[in-house]
């Protein structure tokens, strides 16, 4: 059965980092485009970041550029977001999502309502 599982989330001051993971179980990363995405209490969710799967190619929302990078560990069958300088706005649960359908990285961030297989989240509260 096809798992991702985030982690790493939880409550930091603004201008602080923090690091999630993204792990997945009954199924191989390798070949799937990746993508974070969060969604804030009256939002629509929305691509944070998304990565090829060769991870060559990357893809940042412009509220994130700068800030967070997203990195991926085929090896560990695992995909990372490190958060820097985090900001109140920030706040929100943050999904990862995989699709091996999709093979472009703006296309898997543009439209998070195409992606197949989701994780259940992990909360990411900026505060001080």
């Known amino acids: 059965q096809l798992q991702l599982v985030e982690s790493g989330g939880g409550l930091v001051q603004p201008g602080g980092s923090l690091r999630l993971s993204c792990a997945a179980s009954?199924?191989?990363?390798?070949?799937?485009?990746i993508g974070w995405f969060r969604q804030a209490p009256g939002k629509e969710r929305e691509g944070v970041s998304c990565i090829s799967s060769s991870g060559g190619v990357t893809n940042y929302a412009d509220s994130v550029k700068g800030r967070f990078t997203i990195s991926r560990d085929n090896e560990k069958n695992t995909v990372y977001l490190q958060m820097n300088s985090l900001k109140p706005e920030d706040t929100a649960i943050y999904y990862c999502a995989a699709d091996p359908q999709i093979t472009t990285v703006q296309s898997m961030c543009a439209n998070p309502r195409g992606v197949d297989y989701w994780g259940k989240g992990t909360l990411v509260t900026v505060s001080s």
């Open positions: 009954g199924f191989t990363l390798r070949y799937s485009t």
